[in-house]
Protein backbone atom coordinates (compact mmCIF):
# COMPACT_ATOMS: atom_id res chain seq x y z
CA UNK A 1 0.00 0.00 0.00
CA UNK A 2 1.53 3.17 -0.87
CA UNK A 3 1.49 6.01 1.57
CA UNK A 4 2.11 9.48 1.28
CA UNK A 5 3.30 11.47 3.70
CA UNK A 6 3.35 15.83 3.56
CA UNK A 7 5.51 17.95 5.17
CA UNK A 8 6.91 21.58 5.39
CA UNK A 9 3.40 23.53 6.08
CA UNK A 10 3.40 26.43 8.43
CA UNK A 11 2.51 30.14 8.99
CA UNK A 12 4.21 32.69 6.78
CA UNK A 13 3.66 36.31 6.27
CA UNK A 14 2.42 37.41 2.77
CA UNK A 15 5.41 37.94 0.26
CA UNK A 16 7.59 34.57 2.06
CA UNK A 17 7.89 31.29 0.98
CA UNK A 18 7.75 27.83 2.35
CA UNK A 19 8.64 24.44 0.47
CA UNK A 20 6.46 21.42 1.14
CA UNK A 21 7.25 17.72 1.02
CA UNK A 22 5.68 14.91 -0.38
CA UNK A 23 7.34 11.76 0.39
CA UNK A 24 5.97 8.00 -0.95
CA UNK A 25 6.71 4.87 0.30
CA UNK A 26 4.96 0.97 -0.14
CA UNK A 27 5.43 1.72 -3.75
CA UNK A 28 6.48 -1.31 -5.42
CA UNK A 29 5.31 -0.35 -9.16
CA UNK A 30 6.35 2.86 -11.61
CA UNK A 31 3.99 5.66 -10.59
CA UNK A 32 2.95 8.19 -13.51
CA UNK A 33 2.72 11.26 -11.61
CA UNK A 34 2.09 13.02 -8.38
CA UNK A 35 0.40 16.77 -7.93
CA UNK A 36 -0.42 18.83 -5.02
CA UNK A 37 -4.05 20.03 -4.36
CA UNK A 38 -5.23 22.57 -2.08
CA UNK A 39 -8.27 23.11 0.10
CA UNK A 40 -9.47 26.38 1.74
CA UNK A 41 -12.03 26.61 4.43
CA UNK A 42 -15.53 26.63 2.65
CA UNK A 43 -13.96 26.02 -0.75
CA UNK A 44 -13.54 23.20 -2.96
CA UNK A 45 -10.37 21.28 -3.75
CA UNK A 46 -8.66 23.07 -6.39
CA UNK A 47 -5.81 21.43 -8.46
CA UNK A 48 -2.41 23.19 -7.77
CA UNK A 49 0.38 21.39 -9.69
CA UNK A 50 1.42 17.97 -11.01
CA UNK A 51 4.64 16.97 -12.25
CA UNK A 52 5.17 13.57 -14.24
CA UNK A 53 7.55 10.35 -12.70
CA UNK A 54 9.11 9.95 -15.77
CA UNK A 55 9.71 12.65 -18.30
CA UNK A 56 8.98 15.50 -15.03
CA UNK A 57 6.77 17.04 -16.98
CA UNK A 58 5.15 19.68 -15.39
CA UNK A 59 1.51 21.65 -15.42
CA UNK A 60 0.44 24.28 -13.15
CA UNK A 61 -2.89 26.20 -12.15
CA UNK A 62 -2.92 29.61 -13.37
CA UNK A 63 -3.19 31.13 -10.40
CA UNK A 64 0.54 29.60 -8.86
CA UNK A 65 2.08 30.46 -12.12
CA UNK A 66 5.38 31.80 -11.63
CA UNK A 67 5.36 31.80 -7.92
CA UNK A 68 5.22 27.87 -7.43
CA UNK A 69 7.64 25.66 -8.38
CA UNK A 70 7.44 21.17 -8.57
CA UNK A 71 9.81 19.23 -8.58
CA UNK A 72 10.59 15.59 -7.79
CA UNK A 73 13.63 13.44 -6.56
CA UNK A 74 13.45 9.86 -8.11
CA UNK A 75 15.68 8.22 -5.70
CA UNK A 76 14.05 9.97 -2.36
CA UNK A 77 10.84 8.75 -3.94
CA UNK A 78 9.54 12.80 -2.92
CA UNK A 79 8.09 15.39 -4.28
CA UNK A 80 8.10 18.87 -3.27
CA UNK A 81 6.59 21.98 -4.13
CA UNK A 82 8.60 25.14 -3.42
CA UNK A 83 6.08 28.29 -2.72
CA UNK A 84 7.23 32.27 -3.14
CA UNK A 85 5.47 35.34 -3.14
CA UNK A 86 2.86 33.94 -1.14
CA UNK A 87 -0.77 35.24 -0.91
CA UNK A 88 -3.01 35.29 1.94
CA UNK A 89 -5.24 33.48 -1.14
CA UNK A 90 -2.96 30.72 -0.62
CA UNK A 91 -3.85 29.98 2.49
CA UNK A 92 -5.23 26.28 2.78
CA UNK A 93 -4.22 22.69 3.20
CA UNK A 94 -2.50 21.04 0.50
CA UNK A 95 -2.23 17.56 -0.11
CA UNK A 96 -0.29 15.56 -2.57
CA UNK A 97 -1.51 12.47 -4.49
CA UNK A 98 -0.21 10.12 -6.65
CA UNK A 99 -1.82 8.48 -10.11
CA UNK A 100 -0.61 5.23 -11.22
CA UNK A 101 -1.67 5.22 -14.66
CA UNK A 102 -1.49 8.42 -17.60
CA UNK A 103 -5.32 10.54 -17.77
CA UNK A 104 -6.30 12.86 -20.20
CA UNK A 105 -6.83 15.66 -17.57
CA UNK A 106 -3.51 15.83 -14.74
CA UNK A 107 -5.88 18.68 -12.81
CA UNK A 108 -9.09 15.91 -11.54
CA UNK A 109 -8.78 14.74 -7.78
CA UNK A 110 -10.55 11.59 -9.43
CA UNK A 111 -7.71 9.80 -11.14
CA UNK A 112 -5.43 9.89 -8.42
CA UNK A 113 -4.71 6.63 -6.61
CA UNK A 114 -3.50 7.70 -3.38
CA UNK A 115 -3.72 11.03 -1.24
CA UNK A 116 -1.37 12.35 1.89
CA UNK A 117 -2.91 13.49 5.26
CA UNK A 118 -2.37 17.20 4.23
CA UNK A 119 -0.35 19.54 5.68
CA UNK A 120 -1.71 23.21 6.56
CA UNK A 121 -0.58 26.74 5.06
CA UNK A 122 -1.39 29.65 6.43
CA UNK A 123 -0.33 32.91 5.18
CA UNK A 124 -1.15 35.90 7.33
CA UNK A 125 0.36 38.79 8.48
Known amino acids: QVQLVESGGGLVQPGGSLRLSCAASGRTFSTHRMAWFRQAPGKEREFVTA????????IYADSVKGRFTVSRNIAKNTMYLQMNSLKPDDTAVYYCAEAVLNSLSYSRGGDYDYWGQGTQVTVSS
Open 51 to 58: ITWSGGTT
